[in-house]
């Protein structure tokens, strides 16, 4: 068995256990789009040490398949906080897929990630990100302690939970006891 068929094994169990109910750890999910298998299992190996304890992690190998994996997470309690798909080399549609998020779920914040040294991609990222197509972009992770990576992930994610409702809501209450 390849280590790309092993993260693709692992998603799908990630998948079923979250829709059996299983996740009950995890507050949100990441879902990782990508073609390239290379891309997928670093972000996927990644993202597992660092936040599989409080979200649960997918990769998703098709485009195609995203919206129904977002439809099925959300239908067994886990809110996307995170997509994050792989712009250029294999990846030629990662801007068109981060697109199509807004539409599923407006909520989620939509990462483009890029491999170091990829200049056409990064231009057309950053067009995508001042047209607001792409919320934010980030370098892969190229070595295991990725730190710059994880610096970017965890604000991205602190960001999103910022904007879901049930945190600290101060209140004036006005009148008498």
């Not at 109910?21 to 993202?47: C, K, N």
């Not at 809110?79 to 539409?103: H, M, S």
């Not at 989620?108 to 990829?118: E, I, K, S, T």
């Amino acid at each position: 068995m390849t280590a790309s068929t092993v993260v693709g094994a692992a998603a799908d169990e990630g998948l079923a256990a979250a829709v059996g109910g299983e996740a009950a750890a995890a507050q949100a999910a990441i879902v990782i789009v990508s073609g390239d298998p290379g891309t997928r299992e670093i972000l996927h190996r990644e993202l597992s040490k660092r936040y599989g304890a409080d979200y649960q992690i997918v990769a998703c190998t098709r485009p195609g398949e995203l919206e129904s994996w977002m439809r099925d997470l959300r239908a067994a309690g886990l809110p996307v906080a995170l997509v994050i798909a792989g712009v250029g080399g294999q990846d030629p549609n990662g801007i068109e897929v981060l697109a199509t998020v807004r539409a599923i779920d407006p909520r989620v914040l939509r990462v483009a990630v890029l491999g170091w040294g990829d200049w056409d991609a990064v231009r057309s990222v950053f067009d995508a990100v001042s047209l607001g197509t792409v919320d934010h972009w980030v370098s892969g992770p190229l070595q295991a302690s990725a730190e710059e990576f994880h610096r970017s992930i965890t604000e991205f994610l602190r960001e999103w939970a910022a904007q879901r409702p049930g945190g600290f809501e101060p209140v004036r209450v006005i009148g008498e006891r």
